[in-house]
């Protein structure tokens, strides 16, 4: 490792119980943001093909920077190659105009068709990662690949992220393992919890399928640079209905907005409710004036740019206009993501709007234990012609969403493993929430670094008052305090309060609607006109 050969002038950090599916595969390094040029320029020469290395910092902290400042003027030097692999067109033309001089002809002389188009900037190429493939078929690329210093794997999280709609992804990052691993392979990512396992896992297959380089002998790591996230000057806000969201837009002229969608149907909803104060991007879109102008000058000129994942990675919004960012999804990686979309000067404040639809965390959590469910019926097919029974009833079901996760291959059938991955890791994230453990608004506040240092458990409040009440008659007095307990505790899960002006007169089977919401086992029970609070396992 590292510390073996050099005497690193960065801390080693020793990995907390944070840190989410942190493998011992993984040697983390704390990097302090104001030395992270001087310290990764110093540590870049001990990078070998054994020992892959990710840069785990927040966006805007200088990845790609330190990728086009030194790693390729080095690699360059040495008459070496590099590839870098992006999971965004736009993003990959932002990595191509980074590259050119202001009076580089290619710039001058391409349209932006030509430069979307353009793949090979002689010691560089830069591809999305579906061009990987072609890449490698190629038998004229077989000289450039053997002389490859570094791969560049850009948004790396891309592997698992895209895995439920995108079957090749492990396929892709096999190929990023096995097909370059004579080079130093640098993975990217501003959003490591998700990958780092499946990333970890693909790299030690590729070792035992490659013991016979005598150079990677064990042990080996994946070398993480990590920059803990500043989340200061976010002001994290959330709102239920897209009605509020607009209203919100109207009242806030001029003041600029980033609104991301998780559909394109909502984005155009969005559009047609706000008219002329919004422009409207998705992958649909690329090459129109719009995505020209946000990829070419890193700004948008109506208030309101309503968006898909087509922009939620890598590209940036340089706009000190643009103060309110708005996210519609319940996805750690999509909102953070979507958040650094907009690049903010230290100490600028910017307002985090978070959609909260807690209608969904249930269906969510159904569709998610449906699909694990089909894992666990493909795991029985123990032969061939099991797999191929299978594969007749995955087509019967006419779920285009259902066929992604199962990969027919040479008349067999193989399963989408990352895509499972994720499904398995949302699943627990909505029991969670179901159960009762945390809430979505609770979580989004934590990803943020947004939660008060200790957090009560969410029936704190009225376990201490069942403990002091639960066998005595309420009086008026009391139940008003009761009333009180179970409004906050409602209105701090994140559900929105639909009687805002008659809080103060809800009675019983108001309060117990908002109880059984909150799936708390109190409720208010009348006995000849006295009221109790009791648990639901009194009440059985």
């Not at 191509?96 to 190429?125: A, F, H, Q, W, Y």
Request: charged residues 30%; hydrophobic residues 40%.
């Amino acid at each position: 490792m590292l510390s073996k050969t050099k005497k690193l002038n960065i801390l080693v950090q020793t990995v907390s119980a944070d840190d989410d599916h942190m493998p011992d595969f993984v040697y983390t390094i704390t990097m302090d943001k104001r030395l992270v040029m001087e310290s990764l320029e110093e540590d870049v020469a001990l990078w070998t093909p054994s020992s892959p290395v990710m840069l785990d910092f927040p966006t805007g902290t200088g990845k790609n920077y330190f990728v086009t400042q030194v790693v390729v003027p080095r690699a360059i030097a040495e008459d070496k190659n590099v590839l870098i692999l992006s999971n965004r067109v736009a993003l990959s033309v932002q990595q191509k105009l980074s590259m050119m001089k202001p009076d580089d002809p290619r710039r001058i002389c391409l349209t932006p068709e030509g430069i979307r188009r353009l793949e090979d900037l002689g010691n560089v190429r830069v591809l999305t990662y579906q061009r990987l493939a072609a890449l490698i078929r190629d038998t004229g690329n077989k000289e450039w690949i053997r002389n490859l210093k570094y791969v560049i794997a850009d948004e790396a999280h891309f592997f698992v992220a895209d895995a439920k709609f995108n079957t090749d992804c492990g396929y892709l990052l096999k190929l990023v393992t096995s097909r370059f691993c004579h080079a130093v392979r640098l993975y990217l990512t501003a959003t490591s919890w998700d990958i780092l396992f499946p990333l970890c896992e693909a790299e030690k297959r590729s070792y035992l399928d490659l013991r016979p380089y005598k150079e990677w002998e064990p042990p080996r790591s994946l070398i993480r640079y990590w920059i803990e996230p500043d989340y200061n000057g976010l002001t994290p806000v959330f709102f239920t209905e897209y009605s509020d969201l607009i209203e919100e837009i109207r009242r806030k002229q001029p003041e600029k907005w980033i609104v991301f969608v998780d559909s394109k149907k909502d984005g155009r909803m969005l559009q047609d409710h706000l008219d002329d104060l919004a422009q409207y991007l998705d992958a649909d879109e690329k090459g129109s004036h719009t995505w020209n102008q946000i990829v070419e000058t890193e700004r948008f000129d109506a208030q309101v740019l309503i968006t898909t994942s087509v922009l939620d990675n890598g590209v940036n919004i340089r706009d000190d206009s643009v103060q309110n960012i708005a996210v519609v999804s319940d996805d750690r990686t999509a909102i953070i993501q979507s958040i650094g979309r907009k690049r903010r000067r230290p100490g600028e404040a910017v307002n985090v709007w978070i959609r909260i639809d807690e209608k969904q965390i249930s269906k969510r959590y159904a569709r998610c234990r449906e699909l694990v469910q089909w894992e666990e019926k493909f795991s029985c097919c123990c032969s061939l012609r099991a797999r191929q029974d299978f594969l007749r009833v995955i087509w019967e079901q006419d779920d285009a969403r259902l066929r992604k996760l199962f990969i027919p291959c040479r008349n067999d059938l193989f399963i989408n493993e990352l895509a499972f991955y994720s499904i398995r890791r949302k699943e627990k994230f909505y029991e969670n929430i179901i159960s009762g453990r945390t809430t979505f608004k609770a979580e989004a506040l934590r990803w943020l670094n947004a939660l008060p240092k200790e957090v009560p458990p969410l029936d704190a409040q009225l376990k201490d008052f069942y403990q002091q009440y639960g066998k005595t008659v309420l009086s008026e007095s009391l139940f008003s305090e009761l009333r009180d307990i179970i409004v906050n505790t409602y209105i701090l899960a994140g559900f929105k309060e639909p009687q805002p002006q008659r809080v103060s007169t809800l009675m019983d089977k108001a309060l117990n609607n908002r109880l059984e919401s909150l799936r708390l086992p109190y409720r208010i029970q009348v006995d000849e006109g006295k009221r109790f609070l009791t648990v639901l396992e009194e009440e059985n």
